[in-house]
């Protein structure tokens, strides 16, 4: 699952292929939009300045990258280089497709311990599974809110994490900006979500103070029952079915959240970075970021999740050194230093977040420590080989709340701890 569903096309730019032709290239896997493909193709460049030996084919991934994957894999033409997803590389490690990248990391401690310095814990720990390394991060994806400068004037939401806003504060700048006419239509939402509804609701209810999944690395139970995430779930659900400072599911169904914010007609939209070229630059929308609203038992400061995207490497790939080599360049100072000047992505790198040319790419953010802190205020949701059939549980569950059938306090994490315990 990623923060949204792209469809890679080979025909946007010509450098990108399937897995026919050179079969002494390196492939590279991933997903992208085109103007994201741009960016690894500026990569792949940079690279081979230094390595022109080592030749790259990309393979732009459909819509079910994970499906793909195995699919060449069972063929026996497995990328060397694959991007890896947070909440989908354990089935792959479990089923031996990917390398434990330890093997590599060990050989070289300098290398090692100079990226551990440099990387966000919470992120390069995600990639960490069953005792072995199967990622390396390369880009952070996690959520927040955008807001309406114009809209919300007169509104002062918080600047950074660690000063997050309170529940109730939140709603009330919802309902503030959430405007009616006289027949009670809703001209204008205080908040939309851009990201997938159950996944938001989870975040409220770890930011009232429960986790998710423990652990959250191979877990064995889902925490639906802890009082406070139900309480935050049932708080994100009660902004459209009780407060109704925020669209219902079904009033979505003509227009989607970013466009809803994009046109005036929201003043705040939950979602991620992916969001922001879509957003920024547009004459009529003066936006800046801020953070999730923390409940009555969590904080101090706002959490949000990890949703972080690595490179790994086919465990059976016959270019294990060129693709490492590639590997340590994209995941290293200067690919990140790429990915930062880009204002597609947010790099992973300590380093590559401080150097200028990750504000120079976001001049319009007034708000950037919400970018910045990022990282090191991610959770993670789950890791876990069965999440394909967790995540089926979990949205049946969960989108019955958010429709209004059911209370998040009458969830039953029975059926979903099955399923881990026999994963």
């Known amino acids: 699952m990623r923060r949204r569903t792209l469809l890679g096309s080979a025909l946007a730019l010509p450098l990108l292929s399937g897995c026919g032709g050179d079969d002494d290239a390196l492939t590279f896997f991933f997903q992208a939009r085109p103007e994201e493909a741009r960016v690894r193709r500026r990569i792949i460049e940079e690279f081979r300045k230094l390595h022109p030996e080592i ?14 994957m195995l699919t060449y894999c069972a063929g026996g033409k497995c990328p060397d280089v694959m991007m890896a997803w947070e909440l989908l590389y354990s089935g792959l490690a479990k089923r031996g497709v990917l390398l ?33 390394q199967y990622a390396l991060p390369e880009q952070w994806s996690g959520v927040f809110l955008y807001y309406n400068r114009e809209l919300c004037a007169g509104i002062s939401p918080p600047t950074r994490w660690r000063d997050a806003w309170t529940f109730d504060e939140f709603l009330d700048a919802a309902r503030a900006v959430t405007r009616r006419d006289s027949s009670g239509h809703v001209s204008r939402w205080g908040f939309v979500d851009a990201w997938v509804p159950y996944f938001s609701a989870a ?21 639906l029952d802890d009082p406070r995430f139900a309480e935050g779930f049932q708080f994100y659900a009660d902004l459209a079915l009780r407060h109704r400072v925020a669209p219902r599911v079904g009033e979505q169904q003509s227009v989607s959240a970013p466009d809803l914010f994009r046109r005036g007609r929201a003043g705040m939209a939950m979602g991620g970075h992916w969001l922001y070229s879509e957003f920024a630059g547009q004459d009529d929308l003066d936006i800046d970021l801020t953070v999730l609203p923390v409940g009555p038992h969590g904080g101090p400061g706002a959490i949000t999740d ?39 992505f947010v790099p992973v790198l300590k380093s590559a977040m401080a150097a200028p040319g990750f504000a120079d790419a976001h001049r319009d953010i007034r708000n950037l420590a919400v970018l910045t802190d990022g990282p090191g205020s991610s959770r993670p949701l789950a890791v876990t080989p069965a999440w394909g059939k967790v995540s089926a549980l979990l949205e049946r569950g969960g989108n019955r709340v958010l429709r209004g059938a059911a209370r998040a306090d009458t969830l039953d994490p029975g059926d979903i701890d099955a399923v881990l315990g026999a994963s």
Do not use: H
Not at 109 to 120: C, H, I, M, N, V
């Open 306 to 344: 990890v949703g972080c995207t690595g490179l790994a490497i086919a465990a059976d790939s016959p270019r294990v050194e060129q693709a490492w080599e590639f590997v340590k360049f994209a995941t290293g100072p200067v690919g990140q230093e790429l990915i930062a000047r880009s204002g597609l």
């Open 100 to 132: 434990d990248l330890r093997t590599l990391l060990d050989r070289d401690p300098g290398y090692a311990e100079t990226l551990r310095r440099d990387s966000f814990p919470a992120l390069y720990d995600t990639f960490a599974y069953a005792g072995g």
């Open 203 to 223: 975040c409220f209810g770890m930011n009232n103070g429960s986790d998710w999944f423990t652990p959250a690395v191979d877990p064995v139970r889902a925490n």
């Open 55 to 68: 030749r790259i084919r990309t393979i732009v991934s459909g819509p079910d990258p994970l499906q793909q």
